[in-house]
């Protein structure tokens, strides 16, 4: 995947991670270091991010666009990886032809903060943690369900779904030859008021937010109760419920304001499909108002 590319910043020139095997293991590309990832990084998280042949990738920081060529060569998958070093850039370029893979895999001399990312299902990065804060709130941005994928580095409050550490053999940074893997699923926007008709009158969900985590509430017929096990994976939502018949399971899609799914309790499951009749803000505190993807 990646290597140290620029990204410009007020205060100057931060630099940013990657790598692709076959080359020295550090190498200066005039102001870029160029720092190797081991090629089992790069198959771990592409492993972790699920990554299939309906897929399109984007690696920003591509480097000799290992990340990108590899995905293209195992699962079948496309995308583009951007870099602001030419040379680079052209060498990634030479290596998916070499690799037989140049109609699925291409590579952009580009600054990654003027890069669209809108096409993106799997997004993949190597950045510093001063650049992967300026790059959330874009990426909180992205249609709900976008997987990403971080080498060593987090996103700030926004806690990933899974992180793990794992032998990194040949890494040419650090004394533990350990690197960290962190995904996420971009989540839905959930906070606000739900409603929708069933068997024992109307119902009413009241969903609060911090990034993928959510907490709430579920009334019916005057009763009120807390939801428990709650999980929010992109515009998947699971929640149970102790209502008057027992606890019940709701599982449901969020498509902007609307929710459907199924919910089992202790008769035969029923559909259920709700409405948002109130919105809140929940917590992206990084995302200001028109702010977009590209």
């Known amino acids: 995947m990646p290597l140290l590319v620029r990204a410009v910043l007020k205060v100057g020139t931060l630099l940013l991670l990657s790598g692709y095997a076959a080359m020295p293991a550090a190498q200066d590309y005039g102001d870029t270091p160029y ?73 952009y001399e580009r600054d990654l903060h003027d890069t669209d990312l809108a096409k993106a299902d799997v997004l993949t990065i190597y950045l510093l943690p001063e650049v992967n804060l300026m790059v959330r709130p874009r990426i909180l941005a992205l249609k709900p369900g976008t997987r990403l994928v971080s080498h060593d580095y987090g996103f700030g409050e926004w806690p990933p779904d899974v992180e793990f550490t794992m032998d990194a053999p040949g890494k040419p940074v650090g004394r533990d030859q350990k690197s960290k893997v962190l995904f996420w699923v971009v989540p839905s926007r959930v906070a606000g008021t739900w409603t929708w008709q069933g068997p024992a009158g109307q119902y009413e969900l009241q969903l609060d937010q911090v990034f993928q985590k959510i907490t709430g509430t579920l009334s019916t017929g005057g009763r009120r109760v807390d939801i ?67």
């Open 35 to 107: 720092v190797q990832t081991p090629q089992v990084v790069v198959d771990t998280m592409l492993k972790v991010a699920k990554v299939s042949a309906r897929d399109y990738l984007i690696d920003l920081g591509s480097g000799d666009g290992r990340m990108i060529i590899t995905a293209a060569r195992r699962y079948g998958a496309r995308g583009f990886g951007v870099d602001l070093d030419k040379r680079l850039v052209t060498l990634a370029n030479r290596n998916a032809a070499k690799m037989g893979v140049a109609d699925r895999a291409v590579f």
């Open 228 to 294: 428990e096990k709650a999980v929010l994976t992109g515009t998947d939502i699971r929640f149970e419920a102790a209502l008057d018949k027992g606890r019940q399971a709701f599982h449901g899609k969020v498509v902007d304001n609307a929710i459907t799914g199924e919910w089992r309790g202790s008769g035969a499951p029923r559909k259920w499909a709700a409405t948002r009749t109130a919105l809140r803000e929940g917590r992206f505190t990084d995302l200001k108002p028109g702010v977009t993807a590209r």
